[in-house]
């Protein structure tokens, strides 16, 4: 999908053994009710509205310079900012916060750590959903095990 997404939206950047690559598209080229319509028909599915609603209100917010402002916040400021915008949920933000915006601190909480997380917090053994509160109890022990 995302390989999909450049190459309608994004720039050609180069051309290897005769395929074309494109660089990922910028969030202006995301954005009106034509992308939605053209992700939906190349089987984006549920991801089509999303991703076009959330380019949307990033541009509406200042667009490239309200992402850089991102990483001079402090990372609850930011993790919540991103979890504002369309489908964006806490894993998505803490994703984007550790891997984007350079918070060390984030850690996103997948079934993986979930599952990881009963076994340093034993309370949690029988806890079968990962609610916010679990979601924050499970990166808080790490946090407080390995610091930021």
């Known amino acids: 999908m995302v390989e999909k997404m450049c190459r309608f939206y994004g720039k050609p950047i180069g051309e290897l ?3 074309i690559y494109y660089d990922f ?7 009106g009710s034509e992308v939605e319509k053209k992700l939906r028909e ?15 209100k990033i541009v509406e917010s200042g667009g490239r310079s309200w992402v850089e402002t991102l ?7 930011a993790r919540q900012a991103l979890q504002s915008l369309p489908g964006i949920g ?11 915006l350079g918070f060390h601190e984030a850690i996103p909480v997948d079934t ?9 917090l034993p309370h949690l053994a029988n806890v079968k959903s990962l609610t916010e509160k679990v979601y924050s109890e499970i990166s ?8 930021e």
């Open 90 to 100: 806490r894993k998505v933000a803490d994703c984007v916060c550790l891997m984007s």
């Open 17 to 19: 053994h005769g395929k």
């Open 112 to 120: 993986h750590i979930h599952q990881l997380g009963k076994k340093y």
């Open 25 to 31: 598209p910028c969030v202006e080229n995301l954005c």
């Open 140 to 147: 808080d022990y790490f946090r407080g095990l390995y610091g």
């Open 42 to 56: 190349e089987s984006f599915g549920y991801r089509a509205a999303f991703i076009a609603n959330t380019a949307n």
């Open 71 to 77: 990483s001079s916040m402090k990372y609850d400021e």
